[in-house]
């Protein structure tokens, strides 16, 4: 995890929107990958983008990307209780995931 | 959705025994499969990229003896802890690639192994 770096931590209240930020090293990344994780269960795959795209909107998620800046980031609106997990980011790096640290999100009512 | 599946969810086991773990893709084929560690409140850890067909490729640090990793099938790839130790206790995720080079990479459910 140490080419994909993520904040640990953030804290949001309910109905707020959500902005999780990634930072990763490997210009020829081909893909960025977005995938949530509950406790003591797997990883969910929450969205993709391609490295030639700046954003991606899916429903509540916004991804954008500044590949001139190496930035990924992954907006949540309307962030819900639900949505309280951990959230990694990774690129496919040599036909391989490479994780960042992953952020805890928690969202308060 | 595709779904990648595994089994057991968790398992106890002696220390000195063996367990496998099963991973299977359950509606795509996967020329490719991963085997990730994880420990609590950590990232993910890679620890082998297994290939149908051909021998397993292992990470730097990663015992090939201890960690048998076997791909038979386009739908199936299984990790053995061999002679499973305390310090082996982990939660281990796979993980497919949809496809000969899809973009698409699922993961399991994962599977927690206790050794006592």
């Known amino acids: 995890g140490e080419d994909v770096e993520q904040s640990l931590f953030l804290s949001v209240r309910e109905g707020d929107s959500s902005v999780i930020n990634c930072t990763y090293t490997?210009?020829?990344?081909?893909?960025l990958y977005w995938y949530k994780q509950e406790p003591g269960a797997g990883l969910q795959l929450l969205t993709y983008i391609f490295s030639n795209m700046d954003m991606k909107q899916d429903q509540r998620l916004t991804v954008l990307l500044n590949k001139k800046d190496k930035h990924l980031s992954l907006r949540i609106a309307d962030t819900q209780t639900g949505d309280s997990a951990i959230y990694f980011c990774a690129e496919l790096q040599g036909g391989k995931l490479i994780f960042g640290q992953g952020t805890e999100l928690s969202v308060k009512p | 959705g595709a779904v990648v599946s595994q089994h057991p969810s968790w398992v106890i086991c002696k220390s000195g025994t063996s367990v496998k773990i099963e991973c299977r893709s359950l509606?795509?084929?996967?020329?490719?499969m991963f085997w990730y560690r994880q420990f609590p409140k950590q990232s993910l850890i890679l620890m082998a990229t297994?290939?149908?067909?051909?021998?397993?490729?292992?990470e730097q640090g990663v015992e090939k003896d201890k960690f048998l990793i076997n791909h038979a099938s386009l739908t199936l790839s299984t990790l053995t802890v061999t002679s499973a130790h305390p310090e082996d206790s982990s939660f281990y995720i796979c993980?497919?690639?949809?496809?000969?080079?899809?973009?698409?990479?699922?993961f399991g459910e994962g599977s927690w192994l206790t050794v006592v």
């Open positions: 993980s497919a690639r949809q496809g000969r080079s899809g973009n698409t990479i699922y």
């Open positions: 509606d795509f084929q996967a020329t490719t």
């Open positions: 490997d210009s020829s990344s081909t893909y």
């Open positions: 297994s290939n149908e067909g051909s021998k397993a490729t292992y």
